[in-house]
Structure formats: C-alpha cells, structure tokens
T-cell receptor, first 109, second 116 residues
Framework: GQQVMQIPQYQHVQEGEDFTTYCNSS?????IQWYKQRPGGHPVFLIQ?????EVKKQKRLTFQFGEAKKNSSLHITATQTTDVGTYFC?????????FGTGTSLTVIP | DTEVTQTPKHLVMGMTNKKSLKCEQH?????MYWYKQKAKKPPELMFV???????INESVPSRFSPECPNSSLLNLHLHALQPEDSALYLC???????????????FGPGTRLTVL
C-alpha cells in the first residue's frame, strides 16, 4: 500500500496567506523530491533534498527534510494564484520509488 | 532541448485492440520511466529503464509491455486492456539512476487513455 502520506489532502487559502503541506513516510528515505502538478498538467520538478535536516529555499518556497529522513514539508509564503495545483513529495526507499498522496492547493483571489 | 514528448495525447481503444504509446527525449538522459496516474491520485511507477535495459517492473500486468529501442525512445505496448486501465500515462526521464537516488525527473505531458 501507499507508504508516503501527505496532509492535508486539500487546502483552500486566501491569496496572500501562507500554505504548508507535510509529507510522511513509514520508512527512511534516501532522498525526497517535490513536484508541482497544475490542473490538467504534468508533474514538474521543484527540488530535491538529500541530507538529514536539510532546508532549501526557492523564493517564497521553503523545503525541509526531517532529521530522521522520514518526513518533509513544503511551505509557501504569501500565496499567489499562480501557486494553484497539486504538490507531491516523492522519495526512494530501497528499490521502491513512491509519490506521496498529494496536497491540492486552491488560492482564492 | 529540455522536453519530453509523448504521442498520442489522447487514445480511445477497445478491449481487443492493440495500441502503442510513444515517448521521446533528447536530453541525453539514460533513465526513462512509465507512470500511470488516475484522477486525483499520485503517479504510480510502472517501469524503469536504465541504460536501455528494464531495471524495474512494479508488478505490472503483462497486458502492458514496455520497450526501449534506443536511449531516446520509450514505448508502451497495450493489448487486451480493461476499462480500469483508463488513466493518464506519463513518461519521464532523468540523467541516470545514479546509485541509490533517482535524479530529477522530467515528465512528458502524458497520454490520456480511455478503454471502452
């Protein structure tokens, strides 16, 4: 079954509000990647984290990889309508590679 | 060229038909992937090709048959599919499988398959 869970499943925010999605794995991950998929589109790579406790920033986006390499988070500051889409984490454990269940973000103008 | 192309964009087929999905990349990537994505669900990995050899088959039914003719092309041959196989089929590529980590994957736009 699905080993990488994300919460929340859905999130509606007012434009300008912050947004966070959390990714949790039942097993230790070699790395964690984040992808964004716009409605009707395909996943687009955002970032990869490899080291325990790693934090990376891309403009308004902040990504964290947990100390135990079992969880990760994506935080968006001051959301914009262009942030709309589904955010997936994805990671490898052993020979398995899983996408998380995804968080669908809606931004209300 | 940082694009992965897939054809066709849409495909409707009957359960007795044989069809093929095609994927192409010219980024020099040596790993290519097939994923299946149902509506409102995450992509599910089906197959991984590493240096043109099948390295991972995620217990996919034999009615799906992958083929990698060369380092730029990836096909997925479909035969005797079921209605529940209707989904978006995504192709992706990455630089190489690179040891224990998967590199950044570039996805194509997908083929939306409907099985009647």
């Amino acid at each position: 079954g699905q080993q990488v869970m994300q919460i929340p499943q859905y999130q509606h925010v007012q434009e300008g509000e912050d947004f966070t999605t959390y990714c949790n794995s039942s097993t230790t991950l070699s790395n964690i990647q984040w992808y964004k998929q716009r409605p009707g589109g395909h996943p687009v790579f955002l970032i990869q984290l490899v080291k325990s406790g790693e934090v990376k920033k891309q403009k308004r986006l902040t990504f964290q990889f947990g100390e135990a390499k079992k969880n990760s988070s994506l935080h968006i500051t001051a959301t914009q309508t262009t942030d709309v889409g589904t955010y997936f984490c994805a990671g490898r454990t052993g020979n398995q590679f899983y996408f998380g269940t995804g968080t669908s973000l809606t931004v209300i103008p | 060229d940082t694009e992965v192309t897939q054809t066709p964009k849409h495909l409707v087929m009957g359960m007795t038909n044989k069809k093929s999905l095609k994927c192409e990349q010219h980024m020099g990537h040596r790993a290519m992937y097939w994923y299946k994505q149902k509506a409102k669900k995450p992509p599910e990995l089906m197959f991984v090709y590493s240096y043109e050899k099948l390295s991972i088959n995620e217990s996919v039914p034999s009615r799906f048959s992958p083929e990698c003719p060369n380092s730029s092309l990836l096909n997925l041959h479909l035969h005797a599919l079921q209605p529940e196989d209707s989904a978006l089929y995504l192709c992706a590529s990455s630089r190489s499988p690179s040891g224990v980590t998967y590199n950044e994957q570039f996805f194509g736009p997908g083929t939306r398959l409907t099985v009647l």
